[in-house]
């Protein structure tokens, strides 16, 4: 993602929740206890003993478990059906450009798995659960950039039938798409593609039109309520903001939230499904480790490299303002990983019954 950019300044309902930061009330109950009774869980992906597995653990970070557990293969990116019973995820197998990256399903505690897709990354569910989106590999060869992507299609979980998007052929370079809970839109990066430079764009599911959000920055992510969309604004903020979807065409207000860490990158934003709180993965700047099978050298946010020091963290959504993770603030922020083992990409859902 590009630096450097000019962050614009928080409105003055903002800079008023900012004083109710301090209130007796979050200073008595830190982070850490509301996720500890919190009934959530996190998917994550995490690189241990020369492998790429997908853990779940608790919404505090305890109970972690490895629910893949394959040294021949590397599993990451999981996300999580809305229903919280699947778990879709890519998986790697190969080395350089001979890697095959593949799209594949497993039930939420593991079992069952299947492949979908070969030559398929960035995935994402429809909001009925029914279907899992994806974005078909630009060229036969690999490449580990995140926007080497042409086309979109959609696979039926029931009938394993694959149909593309109505205007697939003119969807390109794009990364990190998701739906938005209405089902109407979907909401995405796109770099160098389309008639743009760098932009994060709303694309009518099942029309032609796409909008220009007009906000900088990449990897967005529609609150479950669809009211708001968090986003990375440069490598060191991530932001949340009001979303419109029901007007003529989708719409951002001003800034509501700003997270910052000048000294680390924030990457890979994600709502709690009551939309309380925020997970992202914080970690130094980088561009991966040759000497870790199964990763590649790129920018560490991307996935597949390898990120040293990387570790999830916590925000309350609530007030707003601003949060600096340089600052010790227990009401506002916590960990929810400590090893440091590239953790990234967190997927929260609500356990199935």
Known sequence: MRTGLQMPALGLGAALLLFAGCSPTLAADPLKAQLDRSPFKIAYESYVDGN??????????????????????????????????????????????????????????????RQLADHAREQFWSPDSRRIGFLPQEYPKFNVIDYYTKGMNFYELATGKVEPHPNSQKLHHLYNPSFAPNGKWIISTVHAGMGFGHAILAIEANGDRIVNLEIPGCRPCVSPDGKQLAWGASDHDIVAAPLDLDGPEPKVGPWRIQVKDPKNHIYHVDWSPDGRFLTLSRGPEGHGSPA?????????????????????????????????????????WTAITTNGNSNKESAWFRPHP
Request: aromatic residues 8%; proline residues 6%; negative net charge.
């Open 52 to 113: 790429w597995e997908i853990f779940v653990c608790d919404a505090n970070g305890s109970n972690a478990v490895n629910l893949t557990r394959t040294p021949s293969a590397h599993e990451h990116y999981p996300q999580v059906s809305p229903d919280g019973t699947h778990i879709a995820f890519t998986q790697d197998d190969g080395e350089g450009r001979g890697n095959v990256r593949s799209l594949w399903v497993m039930d939420i505690d593991g079992k069952n798995r």
């Open 292 to 332: 870790k099978p199964g990763t590649f050298q790129a920018a560490c946010e991307i996935v597949g490299v390898y990120a040293a020091g990387w570790d999830l963290f916590a925000i309350a959504a609530d007030p707003g303002g601003v949060v600096d993770l340089t600052t010790a603030d227990p009401s506002r």
